[in-house]
């Protein structure tokens, strides 16, 4: 196959696009193909939907997006393929799962530092929370959103940051305390 005008163009006529194999569509993909990604996947999409459905559960919003970012990942390093089809997705189904637990280790955070909290949804204390992460200097907002909202691990966070390990978790516990406090828990 070739490119002709932004079109796959068969090479030979008697071989049909549904005949390309996927590494064939992949070597497309590893030089922006537009038709070899579409083919690819419409190919793939309902099998790696049904595969981070299995792991995923039944978050029907971040299957979707998992879904997407498996392909976009895929496409990103198509020029490294070493086969394998569902390693990105995998990958990104557990990435995903970490930053979920961080998230839900937040709020839960949040609902133990107000002594009138019902729980990690109580509107109250998360009404308050917007403006409680604003006042926090910026390092310490940054230590804590990278690790607490974002979920990143603390070595990826105080490269981010340029600071060393101690610092950053020496920021997000200082940020805590101080979200306790001004949320009307104890420090």
Known sequence: MKRENGQLVRLHPEVSVEEVSDEGLVAACAIADRAARSLLFERHVSSVHRFISRMRGSDHDAIDD????????????????????????????????????????????????????????????????????????????????????????????????GVPLGTLWRRVFHARKALREALGGES
């Open 66 to 161: 998992l879904v997407q970012q498996t392909f976009l990942s895929a496409f990103q390093c198509a020029g490294n393929f070493r086969g394998g089809n569902y390693g990105i997705a995998a990958n990104l189904v557990r990435n995903y799962a970490r930053k979920e637990i961080r998230r839900k280790s937040a709020l839960k955070l949040v609902a133990e530092v107000s002594p009138t909290s019902r729980g990690p949804g109580d509107p109250a204390t998360l009404a308050r929370l917007p403006a409680a992460i604003a006042g926090l200097s910026h390092d310490l907002r940054a230590a804590l959103v990278l690790i607490d909202l974002e979920g990143q691990n603390g070595n990826d966070a105080a490269a981010a940051l």
